[in-house]
């Protein structure tokens, strides 16, 4: 359920990412936005998506983090430290 919200989001972000591209060339091409500033203002967009992207993983992480605790499951670190001690 989870990867298919992050897959469904994903599919969002390219869909509106085409969609203002093709828009930005729509004006390119009437004439009332110039080669320059279509470029830089996709270059902008793309770096928000990408630091949207980080900001959205990282609170994720948190999320999945603070469930796994709150559940009282075991993470990777406690079950090689489990198989340590179990080897001493």
């Keep these: 359920?989870?990867?298919d919200l992050v897959y469904a989001g994903?599919?969002?972000?390219v869909v509106m990412r085409d969609k203002v591209e093709e828009e930005v060339r729509?004006?390119?091409?009437?004439g009332k936005?110039?080669?320059?500033?279509?470029?830089?203002?996709l270059e902008s967009i793309e770096k928000k998506g990408q630091?949207?992207?980080?900001?959205?993983?990282?609170e994720l992480?948190?999320?999945?983090?603070?469930?796994?605790?709150?559940?009282?499951l075991a993470t990777k670190a406690?079950?090689?430290?489990?198989k340590d001690d179990l080897s001493k």
């Excluded at 994903?10 to 972000?13: D, K």
């Excluded at 729509?26 to 009437?30: A, G, H, R, S, T």
């Excluded at 406690?78 to 489990?82: C, Y």
């Design 78 to 82: 406690d079950i090689e430290k489990l």
């Design 51 to 58: 630091e949207e992207h980080i900001r959205v993983k990282d």
């Design 10 to 13: 994903i599919g969002a972000a």
């Design 61 to 72: 992480k948190a999320a999945l983090r603070e469930i796994i605790d709150e559940l009282g």
């Design 26 to 30: 729509k004006l390119q091409e009437q």
């Design 1 to 3: 359920m989870l990867k």
């Design 33 to 41: 936005i110039k080669t320059t500033d279509a470029k830089s203002f």
